[in-house]
C-alpha cells in the first residue's frame, strides 16, 4: 500500500496539508513589505536569508478576508516551478504519512474558489484535511482574471 506525507495547516479552522516534497520550510515571521499594484491574495514580501520570498494570503485566495499581517505571522515556503512562495496561514499542524488508498475526490459540497484549489480529501481521525494543488494556491492572477 502506498503512503505520501502531507504537511498540514489550518485556515478558518479548516485543515489543509501539502505533500511534504513541495515544502522548503515553516517558519514564523513578522516583517512584511507591502507591494503596490499586486493582486490582492499578495500579502507582501520579506527577506529570507538574503532571497526575497513573495507571501500569498491562503485566506484570500479562497475567497476569505485577509488576514493581517502584524506580528508573528505562520508561513509555509513551498517550493513552486520557479522560485519559493510562501503561503500565510492560520495554525501550522504536523506531518502526516496517509495511504494512498484514503484519498478521495473532492466532496460535491465544497464549492467556490476552495474547490478550484483542492485536489482531494484525506479522513484523519474526525476530521477532513484538504489536499491542495500548490500550484493553484500560489497562482495570485487566477481570482483577478
Do not use: W
Not at 79 to 103: A, H, N
Not at 108 to 126: A, I, N, Q
Amino acid at each position: 500500500m502506498a503512503s505520501r506525507q502531507f504537511a498540514t495547516f489550518e485556515v478558518a479552522e479548516q485543515l489543509f496539508g501539502v505533500e511534504v516534497h513541495t515544502v522548503q520550510e515553516v517558519l514564523s515571521y513578522n516583517e512584511y513589505t507591502p507591494v503596490p499594484l499586486a493582486p490582492p491574495a499578495v500579502g507582501g514580501l520579506f527577506n529570507l536569508r538574503g532571497q526575497v520570498i513573495a507571501a500569498v494570503d491562503l485566506r484570500v485566495q479562497l475567497g476569505l478576508a485577509r488576514k493581517a499581517l502584524q506580528g508573528p505571522v505562520m508561513n509555509v515556503i513551498l517550493r513552486g516551478d520557479g522560485e519559493p512562495v510562501s503561503l500565510v496561514v492560520d495554525k501550522i499542524g504536523e506531518v502526516v504519512d496517509l495511504d494512498d488508498d484514503t484519498f478521495e475526490s473532492p466532496p460535491d459540497t465544497l464549492s467556490g474558489p476552495t474547490r478550484e484549489l483542492v485536489v482531494g480529501t484525506f479522513k484523519l481521525d474526525g476530521r477532513l484535511m484538504l489536499a491542495l494543488d500548490v500550484n493553484q494556491a500560489v497562482d495570485t492572477y487566477r481570482a483577478t482574471i
